[in-house]
């Protein structure tokens, strides 16, 4: 009787079994516990166009992701428009699953708040930080066939005898925008700021002698610095930025106040689940301490960081106040 009744359990095991395959679904969904993540392609929204430095540093990222996930796949989504917030917008309305991830910077996550009265999306509330990837430095530029200069008190002297002053940005309400008014600030000058719809408009301005300066990242300014097309004065991080070590800071130059960076990092939809969001941080963090992630990165002008969750949250909360202020003093606003 008792190999009888042993042999009717294991039948109805595997009988149980058998139905449960027969859903197409995993064995382990009957107990209620959720299958390992991820099990699906995952989708990595980006603000930005295709070349520019936030689609190259998730391009590199979805690249090493997927390798550590079995090649499943990460997609990299351009959503430009509107300095971001296109795709800050529909990152924030995503499921929390951790299937639809963005990689957020400084304008979307921490200046947008001051310069939007009615932004669509509540960085500090819509998000839960994964992990800082990168910061960027940036570098002050000109073009040697229009300015003389060659360093900053150079350049700060040459302004000074001029009636106007004109430094381009990328875009109102972007950190080289605030930038130049926080430059203008630390030299005392008054420059003008001059915004452009891209990169490639304002680097023509450049070239043309339209404006007579732009703060733009490391990673755009160095390839234009070593063709010999534009020459770099100085950069705005606390340190020398790797891409160009022989350049000095702007700090270093006598202007200690003046610093400033700007900087990309993950983030997921509110709700998602935190061992998701734990598993995500861990396998960025995996990503970028390769070698050839690091390399690949500093060649192009970042400096790799690869923070906590906690960590980013507490950059995105400093920068809205730092930000915040020179947005107050300009009264730009957005909307």
């Not at 891209?198 to 404006?211: E, I, Q």
Request: charged share 20%.
């Amino acid at each position: 009787m008792k190999n009888q009744a042993s042999k009717s359990r294991r039948t109805a095991v595997a009988c149980a079994l058998a139905a449960v395959l027969a859903t197409g679904l995993a064995p382990w969904t009957v107990a209620g516990a959720q299958p390992a993540f991820p099990s699906k392609p995952v989708r990595l929204l980006v603000g930005f166009p295709a070349g520019t430095g936030p689609d190259i540093v998730a391009r590199l990222l979805a690249q090493k992701l997927s390798e550590q996930w079995g090649n499943l796949g990460v997609v990299v989504d351009n959503k430009p428009g509107a300095g971001g917030l296109i795709a800050a917008s529909e990152a924030a309305r995503a499921v929390p699953d951790g299937y639809t991830l963005m990689l957020g910077e400084t304008g979307q996550l921490s200046i947008a708040p001051s310069t939007y009265q009615r932004l669509p999306y509540d960085p500090q509330k819509d998000f839960v930080p994964v992990s800082q990837v990168v910061t960027s430095d940036f570098v002050l530029l000109v073009n040697p066939q229009k300015v003389p200069a060659r360093n900053v008190p150079d350049f700060v002297a040459w302004a000074r005898q001029r009636k106007e002053l004109f430094i381009a940005t990328f875009g109102a309400g972007t950190p080289g925008h605030f930038g130049a008014f926080m430059f203008g600030n630390a030299v005392q000058l008054k420059p003008e700021p001059v915004h452009y719809k891209n990169t490639n408009d304002a680097l023509g301005g450049l070239f043309s002698g339209d404006v007579q300066a732009v703060f733009a990242t490391a990673a755009l300014a160095a390839p234009q610095v070593k063709a010999g097309k534009l020459t770099a004065l100085g950069s705005t991080g606390a340190t020398r930025t790797q891409s160009m070590p022989e350049l000095p800071t702007i700090r270093e130059q006598g202007y200690p106040s003046l610093e400033f960076n700007s900087w990309f990092g993950v983030v997921a939809p509110a709700k998602t689940p935190p061992e998701i969001v734990a598993r995500l941080q861990a396998d960025i963090v995996r990503a970028l301490q390769q070698p050839d992630s690091r390399s690949r990165l500093e060649e192009a002008g970042f400096r790799v960081t690869g923070t906590t969750g906690d960590e980013l949250a507490r950059i995105m909360r400093a920068d809205t106040v730092t930000w915040g202020k020179a947005v107050a003093a300009t009264g730009f606003k957005a909307d």
